[in-house]
């Protein structure tokens, strides 16, 4: 009952919210997967969480590259431009923990995903 429930609200959520706070939704998403495979470490990279914690990430970068690179895109040249460099930059990071397992080097994706995020939100964050 209790996963009904979790899934009608999920739904409900989707439906209501709209496009900056869904991507900030999905990248805070991802960052909490990832720091909870930082704090549960042996676990995670032996489980399998850590592996589905880094494709998700890289789906949502993919997804963020496609949309940069679209010709119809509103924003502006250069801010796309440097969010396609940071894509990169998280796209390298990943196969480098896949290829080498550490848990600091989720840092660097965890604190990009929640400044993007904090940043479609309009919200200052801690590291400002």
Do not use: H
């Not at 709209?18 to 997967?33: F, I, S, Y």
């Not at 997804?63 to 431009?81: C, G, K, S, V, W």
């Amino acid at each position: 009952m209790y996963n009904n429930a979790a899934q009608a609200y999920q739904s409900v959520e989707k439906a209501t919210l709209n496009g900056r706070e869904l991507e900030a939704k999905v990248l805070t998403d991802a960052a909490v997967k990832l720091i909870k495979c930082q704090e549960n470490w042996e676990i995670a990279e032996k489980g399998g969480q850590l592996n589905d914690a880094l494709k998700l990430n890289q789906k949502i970068w993919s997804i963020f590259q496609t949309e940069l690179l679209a010709p119809d895109n509103p924003m502006n040249q250069d801010l796309r431009t440097d969010l396609l460099r940071l894509s990169l930059f998280v796209d390298r990071r990943i196969m480098d923990i896949m290829a080498f397992p550490d848990s600091e080097k989720l840092t660097a994706i965890i604190n990009i995903n929640q400044n993007i995020a904090a940043g479609l939100k309009g919200v200052a964050t801690d590291s400002d």
